[in-house]
C-alpha cells in the first residue's frame, strides 16, 4: 500500500468521488487548483470538506500567479476592445487578490 493513498490521520483511501463539470468551470477549477499550490485531489476534497485552503508561496505559486495575471490582463485588454465582461474574470481576478493578501499577512 503506498502512502499517497493514506490521508493525514493514516487513513486508506480507496473510495473514488467524480463529478462533472463544464469546461469554464474546470477552467476555473484548474486555476484555482494552480494558484492553491495543492494538489487536485486535496484541494477538492478540502473545499468539498469545507476545510480551509492554506497557500505557501513556493515558485510553483508564483507562477500560477505571474500566469493568471498575464491571462487577466488579456481578457481586460480584450473587455477594453469589445466592451463585455464575464463573470469568471471576476471570480478570477478575486481568488487572485485573496491569494495575494493572504501571502502578503503570512511575509508580515
Request: hydrophobic share 35%.
Amino acid at each position: 500500500m503506498s502512502a499517497k493513498n493514506r490521508d493525514e490521520h493514516n487513513r486508506w483511501r480507496n473510495i473514488t468521488v467524480g463529478f462533472r463539470v463544464s469546461p469554464e468551470e474546470n477552467e476555473q477549477i484548474n486555476a484555482a487548483v494552480a494558484l492553491s499550490g495543492l494538489p487536485k485531489q486535496e484541494y477538492c476534497y478540502r473545499r468539498c470538506m469545507n476545510r480551509d485552503i492554506v497557500v505557501q508561496g513556493n515558485p510553483r505559486v508564483y507562477k500560477a500567479l505571474r500566469n493568471q495575471l498575464a491571462a487577466v490582463l488579456d481578457e481586460l485588454k480584450r473587455i477594453e476592445a469589445a466592451g463585455e465582461l464575464r463573470d469568471e474574470l471576476l471570480d478570477n481576478i478575486e481568488l487572485i487578490a485573496l491569494t495575494l493578501y493572504g501571502m502578503k499577512e503570512e511575509s508580515e
